[in-house]
């Protein structure tokens, strides 16, 4: 029997999910079966992933595994989705597992056209200490560049000889020599940790990086010798735009916020947002909100209030229609400027720090 | 008005590289330009080539320009056409060239699935001593491997950038995630003495390998800044199969010669090659030989008869029929065990040497 999505707070993107996991031959995720789940995991934002036992074996075994994602600094900004990316990092890093973050910088060159330079200069100066400031432990981290990593270029070059272009095709829709060297990289880059020792992974990732997921496996699958774990993968659902699409996009800067914003273009925007609030106050006291089409709802659930026994309160009042949707949309005000505040403080902080930070030295 | 390409000691095969040069927008060799031309320049073996006037020109005005060509550890053997690519390197080294050989380790790994380190055991036990019995003076050559090449690498995933699938197919034909690579990693090899300094350069290469070029060269001219000089190429003729066909190719063993080979097959093979002389020793003295098709005049000419006037006079000696083509096999099987004993003796003696290459050395 089939275990169906539990999402305890409701969401009218539901469906769209149930259909990736369908298409995509994805494993349901199963929060009982890790130890103390982060809220992700608790409220299915965490929704999917593909041989998630052997990690969880790891962890109760106390075996060896690891955790890997990678910085792609073409971005000047972080986003929600980059936010959950560290968030379970930060999980696993907490339950014993082996922590490699590596900068892109080949792939922002082959595919976004950033040079090597711009990369690191990004890379050091905003997204590693924002990855610090979201939780992450650097002591126990590992950091490379794709660009310094002569094992993973050589790696990507002999994987490349295991795959086709039309079966490269089938996996990414299209296939530009660009795209294909990011990709490869990007392989050997999940790869990277069982050059020297073969160990299970997991690379926690938003759903449209599945592809990459997907090329992995399948060389891994082709090589002779049986030298890798088929790397394990986690999802996370993405924060969806403000406006009740499935993502959020810069390609509606008013439906979507940064890490970090200013504070009062987040207020604004948060005030427009699709709300799950009746036409009048009458209506709304007397059915209460539509909580799955609130996108405020949305964001205090992925991002804003960790207690389950506060989130539970929240969904309670607004769901009965004691609480307005003006009243909501305040509260999750209030607690994106903390968030916003703590965030672009610790970044501050975080930059003290990149002189410690634990990259590999290459020969 | 077009220069029309001479031949003076004639071949079959003239009509296929006239269409080449027009069908790929080359510019006719012309010994002429360049001082002291070698035996495949005089004989017009070489034949083709882009911007070769900036060479001749930083040739004459002793200017810094580089000439460079790469080893494909994916063979086990070495083939006349690498012959004609080392002779003319040594033509460009003596005549004030800084020179550049590649092992193109990557390429083997990504296109022909030759493992890295296999790939180096051969080049060094034997490309690179062959190389050196050929005639290139490693004291004056850079050697690199491309897996050791960061920069080259890096390159690589800029140069990605700059171009499409459907532009790569044009030039290709195909494009398979390990060719496209392959390809990437050359057009960086290419451009690599040119990455600290502007300057101009010579690849000689056969003229399947012009595809690589034309990549090079549209990729330069994309780049912003003018990085790069336009990187000039010189083509020479294949060595023709001996049953007459434009290409020897180990695909049809009996009319391919491999280098080294025993000499016993290599003798049998010139015996049985597509010869021009006549059905019988009458006609044959009263018209002569077909020089045109006579595969083993081709075999003296292209490498085994140094002397202008011995093999004019060979020529006329055959032309006129008072040679047979029985004696003219009799001449390239002794110039040929000549050959090859002196090659197997260099490769021995140069395997000495392998100590001392100039290997860039990495950081």
Redesign the interface.
């Given at each position: 029997m089939k275990q169906k999505i539990i999402d305890p707070w409701g969401s009218s993107l539901l469906e769209d999910y149930e259909k990736i996991i369908k298409d995509f031959g994805l494993e349901i995720f199963d929060a009982g079966s890790f130890p103390n789940p982060n809220r992700l995991m608790r409220r299915n934002v965490v929704f999917a992933g593909r041989d998630m036992k052997i990690i969880s074996d790891a962890i109760r075994h106390r075996k060896k595994y690891y955790v890997l994602s990678g910085i792609m600094p073409s971005n000047e900004k972080i986003h929600f989705g980059t936010k959950m990316v560290v968030e379970n990092i930060k999980y696993f890093q907490e339950h014993g597992a082996q922590t490699y973050i590596l900068v892109a910088d080949?792939?922002a060159?082959?595919?976004?056209?950033v040079?090597?330079e711009e990369a690191r200069k990004r890379a050091l100066e905003f997204h590693i200490p924002a990855y610090i400031a979201l939780g992450l432990d650097i002591k126990k981290t590992t950091f490379y560049f794709q660009?310094?990593n002569?094992e993973v270029?050589?790696h990507?070059?002999?994987f490349?000889?295991k795959?086709?272009?039309n079966e490269?095709q089938a996996i990414y829709g299209?296939?530009?020599?660009?795209k294909?060297?990011?990709a490869?990289?990007q392989v050997a880059d999940i790869l990277y940790p069982q050059f020297k020792e073969r160990k299970p992974g997991i690379i926690p990732v938003g759903i449209d990086q599945d592809p990459h997921m997907r090329l992995t496996r399948d060389i891994v699958r082709r090589l002779k010798e049986k030298k890798f774990f088929l790397p394990s993968s986690l999802y996370h659902k993405y924060t969806p735009s403000l406006d009740g699409d499935m993502k959020m996009s810069k390609s509606k800067p008013e439906s979507c916020i940064e890490l970090p914003e200013d504070i009062k273009s987040v207020k604004r925007k948060i005030k427009n947002a699709l709300s799950g609030g009746r036409d009048t106050l009458d209506e709304h006291r007397k059915l209460g909100a539509i909580i799955e089409k609130d996108m405020v709802f949305e964001l205090l659930k992925q991002h804003l209030v960790e207690d389950d026994g506060e989130l539970n309160k929240i969904y309670k009042e607004y769901k009965s229609g004691r609480m307005t949707s003006g009243e909501l949309k305040e509260i999750a005000c209030q607690k994106m400027e903390e968030f916003m505040d703590n965030l672009v403080k610790g970044i501050e902080q975080a930059r003290k720090h990149i002189g410690s930070l634990n990259f590999v030295k290459f020969k």
């Open positions: 080949l792939e060159a082959s595919a976004r056209g040079s090597l660009s310094e002569k270029m050589n990507a070059y002999e490349a000889k795959i086709t272009l490269f299209s296939a530009d020599p660009g294909i060297m990011a490869m990289a």
